[in-house]
């Protein structure tokens, strides 16, 4: 069952607003604005039941218009996927499943069938997808 729980980012740090356990989280392109990703990691796992699920989707810096945005813009980082799991390892979370999505920019309502056809076939593509995401566990 998943459950809104409303969160944050305050100065760099993620405030979850709860200290009631969870069975699943979820973050949605935040997660670059958190200056402290181990402390993030610690703070979720501490709400995590056992078997917990995390599913964290981010900006992909590879892609070329991604990342130059991301320099560009004031207040957006370039997120390092790696360090997150690096972290999030030595917080209690395992690797589930990882991936890239969103070929097509989400302004882009309702795409024509072709172009659709398109992003199932080429999201996968480091330069090519919008983002990467993870699905990480608790063990327990």
């Known amino acids: 069952r998943w459950e809104q729980r409303p969160a944050a980012?305050?100065?760099?740090?993620?405030?979850?607003h709860t200290d009631t356990p969870a069975s699943r989280f979820i973050s949605h392109d935040v997660l670059h604005h958190v200056d402290d990703?181990?402390?993030?990691?610690?703070?979720?796992?501490?709400l995590a039941t056992p078997g917990a699920r995390w599913l964290a989707i981010e900006p992909n810096r590879a892609n070329p218009w991604?990342?130059?945005?991301?320099?560009?813009?004031?207040g957006e980082r370039r997120f390092k996927q790696r360090a997150l799991?690096?972290?999030a390892s030595g917080a209690g979370?395992?690797?589930?499943?990882?991936?890239?999505?969103?070929?097509?920019?989400?302004?882009?309502?309702?795409?024509?069938a072709a172009l659709q056809a398109?992003?199932?076939?080429?999201?996968h593509l480091p330069v090519v997808s919008g983002a990467v995401g993870a699905v990480l566990g608790r063990s327990g």
């Open 9 to 16: 980012t305050a100065g760099g740090h993620l405030d979850a």
């Open 37 to 46: 990703i181990a402390g993030t990691t610690r703070a979720v796992a501490e």
């Open 66 to 74: 991604v990342a130059a945005y991301h320099i560009a813009a004031p």
């Open 85 to 87: 799991l690096a972290t």
């Open 93 to 112: 979370w395992h690797v589930v499943e990882r991936f890239r999505m969103f070929l097509i920019p989400h302004a882009l309502a309702s795409p024509p």
């Open 118 to 123: 398109l992003e199932d076939r080429y999201e």
